[in-house]
């Protein structure tokens, strides 16, 4: 699976929107980028994933570059409880192992 | 649903002892998945099934690491002997596949194991 590559923190103002970039220079065109994000003490949460196109869903949008060598997680109103760790990880369409980096840590500041 | 439920949450135990850790997937899942958690390595996977049997173990650390899945609603993770090196948090994690696609995975809340 293609490597990524996150910046290591990022501070946010409450209510404002999240951009957490990703690079993946490497993946293939069968690989998903997928986000997780693990907040203090609990297990990974599924955010979204996607192939190509631009996602979206409850919690949050992708953003993938045409060329698929990055991406955007967009947390549009981001809150407090949002502070977590954020992966950023490539998965290729049909395995099922999913390699964690060391994640963004992002601070949702008042 | 409950979610993916692992027990106990935590385990304090001497060096030597056997240590058994417990994971019911969510039910309709055919992975299942163990994660270790360290501060100094991360998120590590171990070991995971798929239809109760194990595909991939190449993340055992060693032969003192041993994971079954008898049925399709529980799974354990020994480690026997544990050594103080085995200190950390072990998440369980299932999903669903579709059509041999991978799914995103559900993590259960952890076991944070601590051996002195």
């Known amino acids: 699976d293609a490597k990524t590559t996150q910046p290591p923190s990022m501070d946010c103002a409450e209510g404002r929107a999240a951009n957490l970039p990703c690079n993946h220079s490497t993946i293939s065109g069968n690989e998903y980028v997928y986000w997780y994000r693990q907040i203090h003490s609990q297990g990974p949460q599924y955010i979204i994933h996607g192939l190509k196109n631009n996602e979206t869903n409850e919690m949050a949008s992708l953003i993938i570059t045409e060329d698929r060598k990055s991406s955007t997680l967009i947390l549009p109103h981001a809150t407090l409880r949002d502070t977590a760790v954020y992966y950023c990880?490539?998965?290729?369409?049909?395995?099922?192992?999913?390699?964690f980096g060391a994640g963004t840590i992002l601070r949702v500041k008042s | 649903d409950a979610g993916v439920i692992q027990s106990p949450r935590h385990e304090v135990t001497e060096m030597g002892q056997e240590v058994t850790l417990r994971c019911k997937p969510i039910?309709?899942?055919?992975?299942l998945f163990w994660y270790r958690q360290t501060m100094m390595r991360g998120l590590e996977l171990l070991i995971y099934?798929?239809?109760?049997?194990?595909?991939?173990d190449s993340g055992m650390p060693e032969d003192r690491f041993s994971a079954k899945m008898p049925n399709a609603s529980f799974s354990t993770l020994k480690i026997q002997p544990s050594e103080p090196r085995d200190s950390a948090v072990y998440f369980c994690a299932s999903s669903p596949s579709k059509g041999g696609e991978g799914y995103e995975q559900y993590f259960g809340p952890g076991t944070r194991l601590t051996v002195t």
């Open positions: 099934f798929n239809n109760n049997v194990p595909i991939d």
């Open positions: 990880i490539v998965r290729s369409r049909y395995g099922n192992k999913l390699v």
């Open positions: 039910s309709g899942h055919d992975y």
